[in-house]
């Protein structure tokens, strides 16, 4: 048998077929999160940014935007049920401060069952005092909720004023053993400058519609007689705003209520020590916010260990107030002209001082 010769250039015929052509295979680098890696780093992202909302929702449940902060104190950081210390600091002055503030956050929260009022104060204007005294008693009575006071450094004057909020509630004032209070009396700050204008040729030539509406005016001359008429005048306010401090100070105070001469001993304007006060009956019990916490859970029907204390602090300024120096200079310039003109005008003051009240710190 013949074979053909296979054609030039090609291997001789073995019977068998040729092998594959050799493939050639690149293998992709494996990543840390595999081959859906860029989906799963946006679900984490995504998941974050939800976090980050609903830390900011948790936050703005518990403290309404722009209101009162609130923060833990003391006893039962897990307990649901609150005993709400609500601070009084500085010059007690009119207007809805940030005392009214933490008062409208207690009245809205209806976890909180005891009050903690916390008085640092020399006191401040009549009006201040009375409107303060009054949203208290009506809070605590709205809500049935017992009130205990802590005294700070001082609570004197208008301080001592709304510290009677207490009523009748038994063994719920507490003065610490450094504490200064009383101060119970009314004064109208007066000044004559009328000399020192003479001393430059300046006359007050104010015109009104009756002599009286330039009363406690310190730039006008007056004569003797017309001097002692306007005194008889301003104390007249006086006695009428000092008999109603007295009336507070009974509703307060049911151990002086039925006893004139020891109510009488005591409304002298006088400053007392912490030990003072408890012996005259000023005040209850010596002893810190601690105990007055204690007090208020014990005056709730409350065990201490099933209650949280919690605190009010006032919200930071938004980086948006800050950065408007308009708004800034509008304010400050509001503020001098009120100052100004609370030293103008003749005011009757629940305080423990001599000074205007242009020198006040009017936080409440």
Same mark, same amino acid.
């Given at each position: 048998m013949s074979t053909t010769p296979?054609?030039?250039?090609?291997?001789?015929?073995?019977?068998?077929?040729?092998?594959?052509?050799?493939?050639?295979?690149?293998?992709?680098? /494996?990543?840390?999160? %595999?081959?859906? %890696?860029?989906?799963? =780093?946006?679900?984490?992202?995504?998941?974050?940014?939800?976090?980050f909302g609903l830390v900011s929702s948790y936050q703005s449940y518990f403290n309404s935007p722009g209101g009162p902060q609130?923060?833990?104190?003391? =006893?039962?950081?897990?307990? !649901?049920?609150? /005993?709400? &210390? /609500?601070?009084?600091? %500085?010059? &007690?002055?009119? %207007?809805n401060g940030f005392v009214k503030k933490q008062l409208d956050s207690v009245r809205k929260d209806k976890d909180v069952v005891a009050i903690v009022?916390?008085?640092?104060? @020399?006191?401040?204007?009549?009006?201040?005092?009375? #409107? =303060?005294? +009054? +949203?208290?008693?009506?809070?605590?009575?709205?809500?049935?909720?017992? =009130?205990? /006071?802590?005294?700070? *450094?001082?609570c004197a004057s208008g301080g001592y004023y709304i510290a009677m909020a207490v009523g009748?509630?038994?063994?719920?004032?507490?003065?610490? @053993?450094?504490?200064? !209070?009383?101060?119970?009396?009314?004064?109208?700050? +007066? #000044?004559?400058?009328?000399? $020192? $204008?003479? *001393?430059?040729?300046?006359?007050?030539?104010?015109?009104?519609? +009756?002599?009286?509406?330039?009363?406690?005016?310190? !730039?006008? !001359?007056l004569n003797e007689e017309e001097r002692a008429e306007e005194r008889t005048l301003f104390q007249e306010l006086v006695d009428q705003s000092f008999a109603r401090f007295k009336d507070i100070v009974r509703s307060g105070r049911p151990d002086l209520r039925n006893d004139e001469e020891a109510l009488n001993k005591i409304a002298t304007g006088q400053i007392f020590t912490a030990s003072q006060a408890l012996e005259y009956g000023l005040v209850d019990k010596i002893g810190f916010i601690e105990d007055a916490v204690k007090r208020a859970a014990k005056l709730a029907n409350r065990d201490p260990e099933t209650l949280r204390c919690v605190r009010y602090e006032e919200p930071p300024t938004s980086l948006s107030t800050l950065l408007s120096s308009k708004a800034n200079q509008s304010s400050l310039l509001n503020s001098d002209l009120q100052g100004f003109l609370d030293l103008a005008s003749p005011r009757?003051? #629940?305080l423990c001082t001599w000074l205007p009240s242009i020198l006040s710190n009017s936080k409440p």
């Open positions: 296979p054609p030039a250039g090609e291997p001789p015929y073995s019977g068998a077929a040729s092998p594959p052509a050799p493939q050639i295979v690149v293998q992709q680098q /494996v990543t840390a999160f %595999g081959r859906y %890696g860029k989906f799963i =780093l946006m679900l984490l992202a995504f998941a974050v940014m939800s976090i609130e923060k833990f104190h003391s =006893l039962s950081a897990e307990a !649901t049920d609150k /005993v709400a &210390i /609500v601070t009084v600091s %500085g010059t &007690i002055m009119e %207007g009022l916390r008085i640092d104060s @020399p006191g401040g204007t009549v009006t201040g005092s009375d #409107y =303060l005294y +009054h +949203h208290v008693r009506k809070l605590c009575k709205d809500r049935e909720l017992p =009130l205990v /006071v802590s005294m700070g *450094s001082m009748d509630n038994p063994d719920a004032i507490f003065a610490e @053993p450094t504490t200064w !209070t009383g101060s119970i009396g009314v004064v109208i700050p +007066h #000044y004559d400058l009328s000399g $020192l $204008l003479a *001393s430059y040729d300046i006359k007050d030539d104010s015109i009104a519609s +009756h002599k009286y509406k330039l009363m406690g005016s310190p !730039t006008r !001359t009757a003051y #629940y």
